[in-house]
Every structure is written in C-alpha cells, then in structure tokens.
C-alpha cells in the first residue's frame, strides 16, 4: 500500500505542476481550477488514498462500480461527481450519493432526478452535457445535448425541485468540426457558458479537460478539469 500511495502521490503532483503551469499561462489563479479524479475501475482502497493525498473530488461514470465504492468511502470528506451516460433507471442509486451529475442531457432525467432528489431530502447539482459533435438538435455519439438544446435544458433543470443548475460540462469531440481541436471545442463551450450565465448567473461550473488535453481547457476557461490516468495510471484489460 505504501508503493501505492507514493505512486498516486508522484502522480498527482505531476497534474498539479501541469494545471498550475497552465493556469500560469492563461493568467489565472491556481484556485480556479478544482481537479476531480476520475476513479473509475479503480478500487476503494486507491480513493481511501487519493483523500488523504488531499484529494477533494471524484468522479464516476458506471452506477454499478461507484455505489459500492462511495458506500464503502461515505466516512471520507469528498464530494462524488457522476460523469457517464445515465440511464433512468439507475437514478435512484445514484441520488443517494452523488453530489453533482454532469451527465444531463435530456428532459426525462431531469425528471427522474428531480423526483428521487425529492423522495430522498437531497439537492444534486446538475450539468448539461454539451454534445459538440452534434447538430443543433440531435445527441452526440457520447450523450449530450446539442448546443441549440441548452437553454431549454437549463430551463427544466433549474425550475426541478431538487436540483440546482450548476453549469456545463463536455467531452473533447471524436468527429465532426472540432475533432482534433480540442482548445476551440473548449471555447465553443465558454461561449455557451456566458449565454447561460446571462440567464442562470450561478451555473458557472465548466467542467472539460481530461489527461490528455487539461492544458487546453484550463486554457480556455474551464473551472473544473477531470483527470484520470494521468493521476491512476493506465489499468489492464481484463481478459
């Protein structure tokens, strides 16, 4: 455990000189970037880790690996941000312990959301999704709405009992116009950013940039950055 623990230790200090140095040169200050870890397929132990490393934000993509691990890690001062695609039927679980769901992107979940967040005395903050490789009124590959979706999207968040409309979120695109261009993919999102802002002056989240491409979104603006092989390593396939 201990080579384990100075494993995550040399990498997280190596993210955090990249998110400083980046931070740097886009004139900003270090504290308005939050790194969120991203433990997926890793087990609790690394998480039990990764918090006394100071680490503050996780983050999950699969209901079935994150509920028995923010179960097992619920003594620890973290909060837990749910960043997959979400199915209807997993929003009962993960109301019980996410403190933010990045992952929104159609009327229905914010529906379901709302009723457990209700049914259970919790306020979930919630992110839509922006689908850049989208067209102004379909889904991306990945999940995610349109950018044409936001405003009406952000609308039905923000009037959800129960749910606070904390900003947007995306993933650097694999196809269509910003594929490769991840720094004006990230742009393209702050723009988007300051029109909600305009209506919704609290939901100034921004959450973009992974490892290979957090220098890009600090960049850009963003104010939340989740990293995870950077800071976990590479995990083998099984099989």
Excluded at 116 to 130: K, N
Excluded at 134 to 162: H, Q, T
Excluded at 204 to 211: D, E, H, I, T
Aim: hydrophobic share 45%; aromatic share 2%.
């Amino acid at each position: 455990m201990t080579d384990r623990k100075d494993e995550l230790a040399e990498n997280l200090a190596k993210v955090e000189r990249r998110i400083a140095a980046a931070c740097a040169a886009a004139g900003r200050s270090r504290d308005e970037v939050t790194l969120i870890v991203v433990t997926k397929t890793y087990p609790a132990s690394d998480v039990r880790i990764l918090s006394e490393l100071g680490v503050r934000h996780v983050a999950e993509n699969r209901d079935q690996d994150a509920a028995p691990k923010a179960a097992d890690c619920s003594d620890l001062p973290l909060t837990w941000h749910f960043v997959g695609q979400l199915q209807t039927n997993k929003v009962r679980s993960v109301a019980g312990y996410a403190d933010f769901v990045q992952s929104v992107d159609r009327a229905r979940l914010v529906t379901a959301l709302s009723k457990e967040a209700v049914r259970q005395e919790r306020e979930l903050g919630c992110l839509i999704q922006v689908a850049l490789d989208a067209g102004e009124s379909a889904r991306g590959e990945r999940g995610g709405v349109a950018p044409g979706g936001v405003e009406e999207l952000a609308g039905l968040v923000a009037d959800a009992p129960g749910l606070r409309l904390a900003g947007l979120m995306t993933v650097a695109p694999l196809t269509g116009e910003y594929a490769g261009r991840q720094r004006v993919a990230f742009e393209r999102l702050m723009d988007l950013s300051t029109d909600l802002r305009r209506a919704h002056p609290a939901a100034n989240m921004v959450s973009a940039g992974m490892s290979a491409d957090l220098e890009e979104a600090v960049a850009a603006g963003a104010t939340h950055v989740r990293v995870g092989t950077a800071v976990l390593g590479v995990r083998p396939r099984l099989g």
